[in-house]
């Protein structure tokens, strides 16, 4: 069975740094492409970054770039997000994606809660 | 707001068909394939449907997809109480991110 598992999450001061991982396994994980989703409690879902199998190719949502990185770790399964410069708006679950192809995210960790606050 | 425009709601009784749109522009859902994915109250989102009327195995047919030119509609057939959840339309966006729906909360009456 594949399984995704988010830690990382917390409270953080406006400015400051934090940076999720996402344990996979249940699959080969360098195949898949994988994606950052965040949800603010009660609201929707917004798209946050996707990163291929090898690495190479990164797309990031307008609200986030330059400030966070997407990356992985094959040898050790796992999908990173490094936020820096966190805002309060960037307060959110955040979830990890595994796609099917590229955008078809049909495996969902069950998210780690980011607190950006003073 | 949201790109992809979703109401925000829709309600039905048990057994009836409860159909859901979404609407976008030529950039995303114009060009791109469409995915539907349910979110449980408290539980991380479903995928439902992909490339626009695709089931992932283990979805039932009551769930159908389609789509046509920058609109999308997922329909629900034979409704019953577990159906109730927030429904989410998404695409990929030429300008190269992806894009969500605002979401719609399906009530069972």
């Known amino acids: 069975e594949v399984q995704l598992v988010e830690s990382g999450g917390g409270l953080v001061q406006p400015g400051g740094s934090l940076r999720l991982s996402c344990a996979a396994s249940?699959?080969?994980?360098?195949?898949?492409?994988m994606h950052w989703v965040r949800q603010v409690p009660g609201k929707g879902l917004v798209w946050v970054s996707r990163?291929?199998?090898?690495?190479?190719?990164?797309n990031y949502a307008d609200s986030v770039k330059g400030r966070f990185t997407i990356s992985r770790d094959n040898a050790k399964n796992t999908l990173y997000l490094q936020m820096n410069s966190l805002r309060a708006e960037d307060t959110a679950v955040y979830y990890c994606?595994?796609?099917?192809?590229?955008?078809?995210?049909?495996?969902w960790g069950q998210g780690t809660t980011v607190t950006v606050s003073s | 707001q949201s790109v992809l425009t979703q109401p925000p709601s829709a309600s039905g009784t048990p057994g009836q068909r409860v159909t859901i749109s979404c609407s976008g522009s030529?950039?995303?859902?114009?060009?791109?394939?469409v995915y539907w994915y349910q979110q449980l109250p408290g539980t991380a989102p479903k995928l439902l449907i992909y490339?626009?009327?695709q089931r992932p195995s283990g979805v039932p047919d009551r769930f159908s997809g389609s789509k046509s030119g920058t609109s999308a509609s997922l329909a629900i057939s034979g409704l019953r109480s577990e159906d109730e959840a927030d429904y989410y339309c998404?695409?990929?966006?030429?300008?190269?991110?992806?894009?969500f729906g605002g979401g719609t909360k399906l009530t069972v009456l």
């Open positions: 994606a595994k796609a099917i192809v590229r955008n078809d995210m049909d495996v």
């Open positions: 249940g699959l080969t994980f360098s195949f898949h492409w």
């Open positions: 990163i291929n199998g090898d690495g190479g190719s990164t």
């Open positions: 030529s950039s995303n859902i114009g060009s791109n394939n």
């Open positions: 490339k626009n009327d």
């Open positions: 998404a695409a990929w966006d030429d300008s190269l991110s992806g894009v």
